[in-house]
Structures are given as structure tokens and as C-alpha cells.
């Protein structure tokens, strides 16, 4: 381990991104050398919470190869700390790093369910699910203290709007008496993301989330109270989790999940060398050919921004990896079963003067 590694963290170092004229930080060498002489380790890193106060809390996207048009996302940065996050780059916006800053400085937005019953009383709002999860996880640990998922869900469900939710987190089984009635309606999937069964590899690739067997016994929870429950695969790391990818499906299956899906690793912007530190940190026997799987995927680079292909990858690798994939879906009888969800059952929230009577 570096001198400057944090244990328990994803990143291994506060990697300082450039696109946006951060000024770069360098480590004092005098004071490092110190520490280790006096066989010091460094202080804990301490996770802290901004307010965040935005205007609006729906996002829009226009991405031809995502199945939602609309998403919210509670907070900032995430805890969770998985080193390859592709939301990581975002917090370059705030001249932050993606780095360690990413998983422990995080903002928090409080006015949430405020601002989304606002949006779905304006007039002439048109109905699409909205994805909860798709940046940053709405069940990561500073949910248990400022619930703001849950508030959101509170006006989802009272307005009958259909959401889907994206998690690594058993801590949805918190809500589950709000997701279950929504699921009576089919107003609501939930997927738990299931990246590695093996507990040593976990520790190292998403260090603050909870364990795989939890995530399953939430999907197993989730399909027994009557919701539509999925596992996604996500990422696919090669040479690292790829030989788990079956073992996942059918745990999946076991738990009565309705069905899966993968994603291989992407590796946007400044991912790129905080994955390759991280490989060197922890799998520095296979760093070079984990790195040259991946730009075989991605057509020799690190990463493929091209619609579509980004999110399946090109050429031979991906190609097994979805014969590989769609074999063990069948063998197992997922992905049968398709659940829109509804939209025709959305009520706009009442406004102040409505309540009045």
C-alpha cells in the first residue's frame, strides 16, 4: 500500500482533473516522509455534507441509447465509493476531485420533493417514468440520515407517478412499504446492482457498499412483497469480475428476480487513470491486461463515447461476453417477463389553494 492509499476508500489518491482549470495539487514530500518515520498512519477521511439548493430536481437527457428521458438524483457524490462510477467526472464541475473528494465530500439536496411537486403541477407536464439512481445512489449511507429519497418517493406515490429505482443498496428495503404499494399499480421496478459474489473483490471495488448477499436477500424481499425486482451487472470488469458473470445470473434467479441485464466497464474522462491507479494498487499482476481488454472493447482506447457502443462494447470480447450472458438468461428463465409500468394513473399534485377547501 502507497503511504497516501486511504483504507476503507475506493480511490486510491485525490487524482486532480484538468478540464476545468483546477489548480493541481501536489503532496508535501517533507511531511509524508515524516508520518512514515514516525510510523504514523493518515487521519480517517471524513465524509461531509453540503446543502445543495437547486432550482429544478428533474434532469433531462436526450441520449438515444438510455430507456428514460428524465431522472433525479438526491445527492452528489456518492460514499459508496466504487472506483470505476462513471458519474465520478461530475464533481470536476466543482472544482473537486473525482477521486477521494467524490466519495467523501457529497451535497445533499433537502428541497427535493419540494421541487419535484412543483415541476409535476406546472401544466401540460407529460408522464415518462423517472429513474432514480442512474448518477449517484439515492440508498447510499447519508439516506439514513436525510431521506430524501424517500421523501421523494412519498410524492411519486401520491401523485402515482411511475419511477424506476437503481441501488447497491439493501437499505431500499427501508421504503418497502411505499415501493410495494406502488407496485400494486405497476407504478415501480427496482434493479440492485450486482457487480462481484466474491467478498475480497468487493472490498476493494466498491468498498462502502453493502455486501453482495445483502443486495440479493433485498432482491429476494423485494420479489416477495410483489415487485418487479432485476440485478444488473454493472459494470463487467475483465479480468477482475467477468468469470462471475454466470454465478451472478443465476443467484439472480434464485433470489426471484424477474430478470438481468450487464453493462461492461466504462471509463469516462478522468475514470480512466483513477481505474488504472487503482489497478496498479490492488491487481498490479493483471493491470496491463485488464487495461488491454478493455481497449479491445472500446476500440483501442480506454473508453468508446459513441452512442450505443459505449454501452455494449465492440468486438470479440463483447461478443463473448454476450453469448455468455444470453446463455446463462436462458438457462435460468429471466428476462421473460416484461412490466411497463403505467402512466395513465398520474394525478398532478394539488396545489395550496386546493387544500385549502
Same mark, same amino acid.
Given at each position: 500500500?502507497?503511504?497516501?492509499?486511504?483504507? +476503507?476508500?475506493?480511490?486510491?489518491?485525490?487524482?486532480?482533473?484538468?478540464?476545468?482549470?483546477?489548480?493541481?495539487?501536489?503532496?508535501?514530500?517533507?511531511?509524508?516522509?515524516? #508520518?512514515?518515520?514516525?510510523?504514523?498512519?493518515?487521519?480517517?477521511? #471524513?465524509?461531509?455534507?453540503?446543502?445543495?439548493?437547486?432550482?429544478?430536481?428533474?434532469?433531462?437527457?436526450?441520449?438515444?441509447?438510455?430507456?428514460?428521458?428524465?431522472?433525479?438524483?438526491?445527492? #452528489?457524490?456518492?460514499?459508496? +465509493?466504487?472506483?470505476?462510477?462513471?458519474?465520478?467526472?461530475?464533481?470536476?464541475?466543482?472544482?473537486?476531485?473525482?477521486?477521494?473528494?467524490?466519495?467523501?465530500?457529497?451535497?445533499?439536496?433537502?428541497?427535493?420533493?419540494?421541487?419535484?411537486?412543483?415541476?409535476?403541477?406546472?401544466? +401540460?407536464?407529460?408522464?415518462? &417514468?423517472?429513474?432514480?439512481?442512474?448518477?449517484?445512489?439515492?440508498?447510499?449511507?447519508?439516506?439514513?440520515?436525510?431521506?430524501?429519497?424517500?421523501?421523494?418517493?412519498?410524492?411519486?406515490?401520491?401523485?402515482?407517478?411511475?419511477?424506476?429505482?437503481?441501488?447497491?443498496?439493501?437499505?431500499?428495503?427501508?421504503?418497502?412499504?411505499?415501493?410495494?404499494?406502488?407496485?400494486?399499480?405497476?407504478?415501480?421496478?427496482?434493479?440492485?446492482?450486482?457487480?462481484?459474489?466474491?467478498?475480497?473483490?468487493?472490498?476493494?471495488?466498491?468498498?462502502?457498499?453493502?455486501?453482495?448477499?445483502?443486495?440479493?436477500?433485498?432482491?429476494?424481499?423485494?420479489?416477495?412483497?410483489?415487485?418487479?425486482?432485476?440485478?444488473?451487472?454493472?459494470?463487467?470488469?475483465?479480468?477482475?469480475?467477468?468469470?462471475?458473470?454466470?454465478?451472478?445470473?443465476?443467484?439472480?434467479?434464485?433470489?426471484?428476480?424477474? +430478470?438481468?441485464?450487464?453493462?461492461?466497464?466504462?471509463?469516462?474522462?478522468?475514470?480512466?487513470?483513477?481505474?488504472?491507479?487503482?489497478?496498479?494498487?490492488?491487481?498490479?499482476?493483471?493491470?496491463?491486461?485488464?487495461?488491454?481488454?478493455?481497449?479491445?472493447?472500446?476500440?483501442?482506447?480506454?473508453?468508446? &463515447?459513441?452512442?450505443?457502443?459505449?454501452?455494449?462494447?465492440?468486438?470479440?470480447?463483447?461478443?463473448?461476453?454476450?453469448?455468455?450472458?444470453?446463455?446463462?438468461?436462458?438457462?435460468?428463465?429471466?428476462?421473460?417477463?416484461? #412490466? &411497463?409500468?403505467?402512466?395513465?394513473?398520474?394525478?398532478?399534485?394539488?396545489?395550496?389553494?386546493?387544500?385549502?377547501?
Amino acid at each position: 500500500m502507497r503511504p497516501d492509499a486511504r483504507t +476503507g476508500r475506493g480511490a486510491p489518491d485525490n487524482a486532480t482533473p484538468t478540464r476545468f482549470n483546477l489548480p493541481s495539487r501536489e503532496a508535501d514530500g517533507d511531511w509524508l516522509d515524516t #508520518r512514515e518515520e514516525l510510523d504514523e498512519g493518515l487521519p480517517p477521511l #471524513r465524509t461531509t455534507v453540503t446543502v445543495e439548493k437547486p432550482k429544478t430536481i428533474i434532469t433531462r437527457n436526450q441520449s438515444p441509447d438510455i430507456g428514460f428521458d428524465r431522472s433525479i438524483n438526491a445527492y #452528489r457524490g456518492c460514499e459508496h +465509493g466504487c472506483i470505476y462510477c462513471f458519474a465520478r467526472p461530475t464533481h470536476a464541475f466543482h472544482d473537486l476531485s473525482p477521486g477521494l473528494d467524490f466519495e467523501s465530500k457529497l451535497f445533499a439536496k433537502p428541497d427535493a420533493a419540494k421541487l419535484l411537486r412543483a415541476e409535476l403541477a406546472r401544466p +401540460g407536464y407529460s408522464v415518462r &417514468p423517472i429513474a432514480m439512481g442512474t448518477n449517484t445512489d439515492p440508498y447510499q449511507p447519508i439516506e439514513g440520515k436525510w431521506r430524501i429519497t424517500r421523501a421523494l418517493l412519498e410524492v411519486l406515490a401520491e401523485t402515482r407517478h411511475p419511477v424506476t429505482i437503481t441501488t447497491k443498496s439493501d437499505r431500499v428495503l427501508a421504503d418497502l412499504n411505499i415501493i410495494a404499494a406502488m407496485a400494486k399499480q405497476d407504478l415501480v421496478s427496482v434493479a440492485l446492482s450486482v457487480t462481484s459474489l466474491d467478498p475480497k473483490i468487493a472490498r476493494t471495488l466498491e468498498p462502502r457498499a453493502p455486501a453482495a448477499r445483502k443486495r440479493l436477500a433485498a432482491v429476494k424481499a423485494l420479489a416477495a412483497a410483489g415487485v418487479p425486482a432485476w440485478v444488473a451487472i454493472a459494470p463487467v470488469v475483465p479480468g477482475i469480475t467477468d468469470h462471475e458473470l454466470e454465478h451472478i445470473v443465476e443467484a439472480a434467479a434464485e433470489a426471484g428476480a424477474l +430478470g438481468a441485464f450487464y453493462l461492461p466497464v466504462r471509463l469516462p474522462f478522468e475514470v480512466a487513470p483513477l481505474f488504472r491507479a487503482w489497478l496498479d494498487e490492488h491487481y498490479p499482476d493483471r493491470a496491463a491486461k485488464v487495461m488491454h481488454i478493455i481497449q479491445a472493447m472500446r476500440g483501442g482506447r480506454d473508453n468508446d &463515447p459513441n452512442w450505443f457502443s459505449r454501452m455494449r462494447g465492440s468486438g470479440p470480447w463483447a461478443d463473448l461476453l454476450k453469448a455468455r450472458f444470453e446463455r446463462a438468461v436462458r438457462k435460468h428463465g429471466l428476462n421473460l417477463e416484461k #412490466r &411497463p409500468l403505467r402512466r395513465d394513473l398520474f394525478e398532478p399534485p394539488q396545489g395550496p389553494q386546493l387544500k385549502l377547501l
